[in-house]
């Protein structure tokens, strides 16, 4: 099947640094890429949608300055979290969709083991 | 707009027991998906099942099964002869037409425990 990884799978920084978390497609093409931020004992919630080559697409209430995302390549994507709080401090997951399989139905997306992130 | 909900925050069963996870939805797409993830204490979801809006048909899979009728707008999950391996968080999610099937909803999920 499928895989998507994380990394890191954990980071703890201090408040007011920035913290970068890469997502990477390993063994397809992922045109498209999402980012999820899940807070404890909550449900995902969608932060953004990313495509390869083009800027992201940010939820309603979602900050794009704070909240960078570049999808430079097919198979990589990131979030960088600047100067994060300890607000911030979540589980950030990332989803790829497998370019192969697109086209007309609905594409299947793989989800990444996450990145717990906790700013001090 | 897009909703699911999972009203059942946490379950409590003994195992071998059997257990019903409910999920209902609400979506004006006519045309839609829905999937249930698992997610153990590790974070990483695991994909289970997905469903289109067209197929009613209940499916089974070893000791899952899964009861999606439109009716009723449910998509319900069954844990059959449930273990201890079962104990994690379970998310039914919705992906609609109107998003091009690109975004997923979540439900704010179900807690199952499952003790020895």
């Known amino acids: 099947g499928a895989v998507v990884s994380q990394h890191p799978s954990w980071v703890i920084c201090k408040s007011g640094t920035s913290v970068k978390i890469e997502c990477r497609s390993l063994?397809?093409?992922?045109?498209?890429m999402f980012w999820y931020r899940q807070f404890p004992k909550q449900s995902l919630m969608l932060m953004a949608t990313?495509?390869?080559?083009?800027?992201?697409?940010?939820e309603q209430g979602v900050e794009k300055d704070k909240f960078l995302i570049n999808h430079a390549s097919l198979t990589l994507s990131t979030l960088t979290v600047t100067s994060a709080h300890p607000e911030d401090s979540s589980f950030y997951i990332c989803s790829a969709r497998d370019k192969g399989l697109a086209g007309g139905s609905i594409d299947e997306q793989f989800f990444g083991p996450g990145t717990r992130l906790t700013v001090l | 707009a897009q909703k699911v909900t999972q009203a059942q925050t946490e379950i409590s069963v003994v195992e071998k027991e059997d257990v019903t996870l409910d999920c209902v939805y609400e979506t004006r797409d006519t045309t839609y998906y829905l999937f249930w993830y698992k997610q153990p204490p590790s974070g990483e979801l695991v994909f289970l099942i997905r469903?289109?809006?067209?197929?009613?048909q209940n499916e089974i899979s070893g000791r899952y099964s899964w009861n999606f009728q439109k009716s009723t707008s449910s998509f319900n999950f069954t844990i059959t002869a449930s273990q201890v391996v079962d104990s994690a968080v379970y998310f039914c999610a919705l992906s609609g037409m109107n998003t091009g099937f690109q975004k997923l909803v979540f439900g704010t999920g179900t807690r199952l425990l499952v003790s020895p």
């Open positions: 990313s495509n390869e080559g083009s800027k992201a697409t940010y």
């Open positions: 469903r289109n809006s067209f197929d009613e």
């Open positions: 063994d397809f093409q992922a045109t498209t």
